[in-house]
């Protein structure tokens, strides 16, 4: 069974508060995208074995999400074993979830390919073991007949709600990485929370023109000032076109929606 891991970008990133438990609740909207993807295939085994091609990961082959998901449905079901080929496109630490994708892209070929019964709300369940971002690539990946399929994003990464922006329709996302890395820990050390003035439901019910101008992602200021790169990046994607440009996640990745013509 093969799948193709689709990636997200993140349209507005509002970290609200800092937790008690070390974690930030934030408020987002998640948009899962079909380019970069990566290519999963898992095979019937009675072995488990794992084999990666395409861009390198700084993990030894055993700490991939792609294991821990078959080691987390294991425990459970007893799995036979599996042959998992992971083909690398998304950009790993790049904002873009690609990991988070493939760990629970895992999961739903699993399902499938051993006809375990677990429904999307199950599935999403298990992928929140794995990590924040996973649960919404279950739905991203839940074939609902809709081309995309946006979430907004509470809590900690946790709490999804779904949601349908009409007007969003109408756009198209180009995706640009520039050469630099930044670790997730870097990124919160320069957050200060703030509680924003508006929802994020509110502003996403506003034409996209306006997006620019009141849905903002809050790791930018402090991330832009030490890689003025990255600013560069995102003025190219407005003089380029984009009538809104962002950094997606925590970096580095940028992306503009431009409109269709």
Known sequence: MIIFPKCKVNIGLRIIEKRSDGYHNLESLFLDCDTPSDILEIVESDELSFSIYGSELDCKPQD?????????????FNLPGA???LNKAIPSGAGL????????????????????GLDTYKLAGYAAVLGSDCPFFIYA???????RNPMIVKGRGDILEDVHIPHLEGYSVRIVTPPVF????RAYS????????LSIEKILSMPVEIWRDYLENDFEQDIFREYPLLAQY???LYQSGAVYASMSGSGSSLFGLFKLK
């Not at 930044?182 to 820990?185: D, F, R």
């Open 64 to 76: 991939n999400i792609c294991i821990k998901a078959y080691n987390l449905l294991n425990k459970e």
């Open 83 to 85: 042959e998992i080929h």
């Open 97 to 116: 979830g690609g990991g988070s994708s493939d760990g629970a892209c895992t999961l739903i070929l699993l399902n499938r390919l051993y006809s375990l």
């Open 141 to 147: 990946h839940n074939e609902k007949g809709r081309e």
């Open 182 to 185: 930044i670790s997730t820990a």
């Open 190 to 197: 320069g957050i200060t929370p703030k509680q924003p003035k």
């Open 234 to 236: 995102k003025e190219e």
